[in-house]
Every structure is written in structure tokens, then in C-alpha cells.
């Protein structure tokens, strides 16, 4: 009956094991791929921060065109759609040169119309180069981004504290069915 007990010990240890080894794992793929979604969200921050900083000339750009293009979107089950996004083409002035540029990023819903005048930030040595306060589709992605990787960052780390205090119960497990055994072989039988 003894030689039971050290098995089922021994069993219930090697599935707390296994348990631990894919806990393990999960958190790393948490914390990779939360560590991976806050590099990008910082990444897009640096990059308008940097395009603030050197967008200093105010001028009055018109929309000019509205670009559209189609998206094509596909399912884990084949099945295929197509979505529509836009983006506005402005056109301003820069010490008396035209300029007729367009932002990279589309939206889904066309927030500008042909012919609206709209206050953008351009680069003086680089006129070409722009910023739109309006277009907050970087601050969105920026948001998202970092979201998802701290929301996963943090899954990581809660299975990261229940690892550890598995671990530090196991051990005063460990240590209580040490002594119970013990007290088992030299318990004295009335028999």
C-alpha cells in the first residue's frame, strides 16, 4: 500500500510538471508577443513624435481628391470580402510652389470631402513632408498597439506569479508529504 502512495505522490508531481512546462511556455509566448505589440505601438509614437517635432510650418491645405482603394479581406474558412478604404489628397502652398500629397495611412470612413480646406503642419526644409492634426489613425494604432502588448504583458506576468506560487506550495507540499510518509513507516500498529 506504501509503494502506492510514493506512485500516486510520484504522478500527481509529474502532472504539476507538465502543467508547469506549458504554463511556462504560454507566458513566454505572452510576454514575446506583448513585448513584440509594445515595440510597435512605441514605434508609431517615436515616429509621429519625430514628425511633430519637424513639421513646424502651418499651412492651409485643400482636398484636393479623395484616393480610394480595395482591400481584400479572407477568413480561416476561404470566405473572401472586400472593403473600400480612402484617403484625402492635399494640396498647399509653400513659398509659392504647389504642392499635391497624400497621407499613407487609409480609414474605412471618408472624414473630408472635395474642396474642405483643412490646417496641416509641413516640413520647411521638406515641404513634402506633412502632418495632419486631424488624421488620427497613427494615434490609433499607437493606442491598439500598446494596449494589446501591455494587456499581454500583463497575462504574462499573472502566469508568471501563479508559476511561482505553484512552485512555493509544491515545495511545502513536498516537505508535508515527507513527513506524513515518515510518520507513516514508524507508526506503531496495534495489530
Known amino acids: 500500500m506504501l509503494k502506492w502512495g510514493k506512485n500516486m505522490r510520484y504522478y500527481k508531481r509529474s502532472h504539476v510538471h507538465y ?7 504560454i507566458a513566454l509566448v505572452f510576454m514575446l508577443v506583448g513585448v513584440t505589440f509594445l515595440a510597435v505601438g512605441i514605434g508609431f ?11 513646424t510650418l502651418e499651412v492651409n491645405a485643400i482636398i484636393s481628391d479623395i484616393l480610394s482603394k480595395d482591400e481584400r479581406h479572407e477568413n480561416d474558412d476561404g470566405h473572401v470580402t472586400y472593403s473600400t478604404v480612402y484617403t484625402p489628397v492635399y494640396s498647399y ?18 472624414r473630408y470631402r472635395r474642396g474642405q480646406t483643412i490646417q496641416i503642419f509641413c516640413d520647411p526644409d521638406d515641404p513634402e513632408t506633412f502632418y495632419a492634426p486631424n488624421d488620427t489613425t497613427n494615434t490609433i494604432l499607437t493606442v491598439v498597439f500598446c494596449g494589446l502588448g501591455g494587456l499581454f504583458a ?4 499573472v502566469l508568471i506569479i501563479v508559476l511561482i506560487h505553484i512552485k512555493k506550495k ?4 513536498k516537505n508535508f508529504a515527507e513527513n506524513e510518509l515518515y510518520e507513516e513507516n514508524n507508526y506503531p500498529y496495534d495489530e
Open 45 to 55: 509614437a517615436i515616429h509621429q513624435t519625430q514628425l511633430k517635432n519637424r513639421c
Open 170 to 173: 509544491q515545495k511545502s507540499g
Open 19 to 25: 502543467s508547469k512546462s506549458a504554463m511556462k511556455i
Open 154 to 157: 500583463i497575462i504574462a506576468i
Open 93 to 110: 502652398n509653400v513659398d509659392g510652389q504647389l504642392y499635391t500629397t497624400h497621407s499613407n495611412t487609409y480609414s474605412s470612413n471618408i
